[in-house]
């Protein structure tokens, strides 16, 4: 029978069922978790990092910051608003503290109530603090030792979301510059912090350190990655700026994911990938 067809209250009902199918496809984390690309086809992708005892990161990250675990073949991955959460079972080499990927960020709608239910399961909060742009912050650091930033936005529309992921090096005005030109960003502050630029869905901030600091490989925060509508076509980009590869482009089938390494100027692993965006 045709819609136009229809009894009045049965068209009603026929057009409420269509527009809520439609929103549930909106909001479902398959098709939402990344940012939209940019003109040039870059959003950010994710945090990968190696941890001791994967299901207790996973059961973490699904209970306090509302993520979906993912998994095809090997790779074990979080959906959260903005990014993923990838998860090797690696015991790290040391902590995120030390090495250039001090931290990655999020913003919460409810400090209070993250952290009191972060304490109620037995962990600590390592401190709280007015941040870069005058709201409650607080830092929380994860088993394994990955060191996590909270930052309180009442005004949210989910509870929690990937925000930013932080530098810190004595060079890091030099190393701003590299990812504004390489990912072809624009240096944009954020609150107070003057050194920062935005890729899609990842605000990416740097600060100075008073001493060199450690490259992020083998570390609780391995590395960072960046997803691409077209990788075979970004790497010959990079390769024309004289950027060599770590691991060169390449297809894995068994997760469907096409992907490169490549370390920047300062010690941080970076990962492109093709096809996260389906996870």
């Known amino acids: 029978m045709a819609l136009w067809a229809l009894a009045p209250e049965e068209d009603w009902n026929m057009k409420l069922l269509l527009t809520a199918a439609a929103l549930l496809m909106l909001v479902s984390p398959a ?4 940012a939209v690309p940019n003109d040039a086809g870059l959003t950010y992708g994710h945090v990968h990092l190696n941890v001791s005892d994967v299901e207790l990161h996973k059961r973490l ?3 306090h910051f509302g993520g979906v675990v993912t998994q095809k073949g090997f790779l074990v ?18 902590p995120s503290r030390g090495t250039v990927m001090d931290h990655f960020g999020f913003k919460v709608r409810d400090m209070g109530k993250f ?3 972060w304490r109620a399961a037995g962990y600590e909060v390592d401190s709280e603090f007015t941040g870069a742009e005058g709201q409650l912050n607080a830092y929380i650091t994860m088993p394994d030792g990955a060191r996590v930033e909270m930052q309180e936005d009442q005004m949210l529309p ?3 979301s990937g925000y930013h992921i932080h530098f810190i090096t004595p060079e890091y005005e030099e190393l701003l510059a590299w990812y504004t030109d390489v990912f072809g960003l624009e240096v944009r502050s954020r609150g107070s912090i003057q ?3 935005n890729a899609p869905g990842m605000n990416m901030s740097f600060g100075n350190a008073g001493q060199a600091m450690a490259a992020t490989r083998g570390r609780a925060i391995d590395h960072i990655g960046f997803e691409l509508d077209d990788l ?4 010959q980009q990079l390769t024309a700026k004289g950027i060599e590869f770590d691991v060169e482009y390449r297809e894995i089938g068994s997760i469907e994911l096409k992907i490169a390494f490549i370390t920047d100027p300062s ?3 970076i990962e492109l990938t093709e096809g996260y965006d389906a996870y």
């Open 195 to 197: 050194t920062t630029t």
């Open 158 to 160: 989910v509870e929690i």
């Open 31 to 34: 098709h939402a978790q990344l």
């Open 267 to 269: 010690g941080v692993y």
């Open 232 to 235: 075979e076509a970004f790497t």
């Open 77 to 94: 991955a979080v959906r959260l608003p903005g990014f993923l959460v990838a998860l090797s079972p690696t015991d790290p080499t040391g």
């Open 61 to 63: 990250w699904v209970e």
């Open 115 to 117: 952290l009191a239910k």
